[in-house]
Each structure stands twice: as C-alpha cells, then as structure tokens.
Nanobody
Framework: QVHLVESGGGLVQAGGSLKLSCTASKSTITGHMAWYRQAPGKEREFVANIASNGAYTNYADSVKGRFTISRDIRKNTWYLQMTSLKIEDTAVYYC???????????WGQGTQVTVSS
C-alpha cells in the first residue's frame, strides 16, 4: 500500500504564492500524479494532473495560468506551485494518482491552504 503525504500548506494573503509537495512512500507509483482540493462545505474537486511520463498536464479552469504541477520521479514527489492565490483557493489540498480518470490510492491527511484578504 502506498501512503501519500502532503505538505507545504499555510496561511497566505491573496495574490501570494505557495508550493505544495506530495511524497509517496514507495518508488513505484501507479497512475498519473494529481492534486485535488476540498473547500469547506464542498465536495472534493480536481485541480491538476501530470502524466506519469511527464508528457502532458491538465488543469481545472479555475486554476489555469496560476497553478503549475510538476514532479520529481527520483524523489517520489510531485508538486503544486500556486501563484496569484485567491480567497476561493482556500481548501484542504490532497494528492493522489489517477487511473482511468479516478483517484487510485487512499487519501492522505491533506494540507490546509488558507488565503486571506
């Protein structure tokens, strides 16, 4: 079983930046690496993913042009660089991998991102 650990969240003012990290407990990861988020009172939603070979990325419309997903295979880690943060980006951010468009592993604890005005 692969365990996913998210880190890098925090409190930031609107317009600021944060970089999230996700580290997997094993070097062999199944699927495409992804980020999701869940805001209070809302369902968890897709944010971004990167192909397992790094060939392409996808983003939710709400974060296009502001967030960048990347990965470091050697470290079993993928990242979410978030810039121009908005109050509506406030959420718990989770990482996972995607198989056939669906999250594959059990969810981790997530990392809280709070954007203030």
């Amino acid at each position: 079983q692969v365990h996913l650990v998210e880190s890098g969240g925090g409190l930031v003012q609107a317009g600021g930046s944060l970089k999230l990290s996700c580290t997997a407990s094993k070097s062999t990861i199944t699927g495409h690496m992804a980020w999701y988020r869940q805001a209070p009172g809302k369902e968890r939603e897709f944010v971004a993913n990167i192909a397992s070979n790094g060939a392409y990325t996808n983003y939710a419309d709400s974060v296009k042009g502001r967030f960048t997903i990347s990965r470091d295979i050697r470290k079993n880690t993928w990242y979410l660089q978030m810039t121009s943060l908005k109050i509506e980006d406030t959420a718990v951010y989770y990482c996972n991998t995607l198989i056939s468009g669906r999250p594959y592993y059990n969810w981790g604890q997530g990392t809280q991102v709070t954007v203030s005005s």
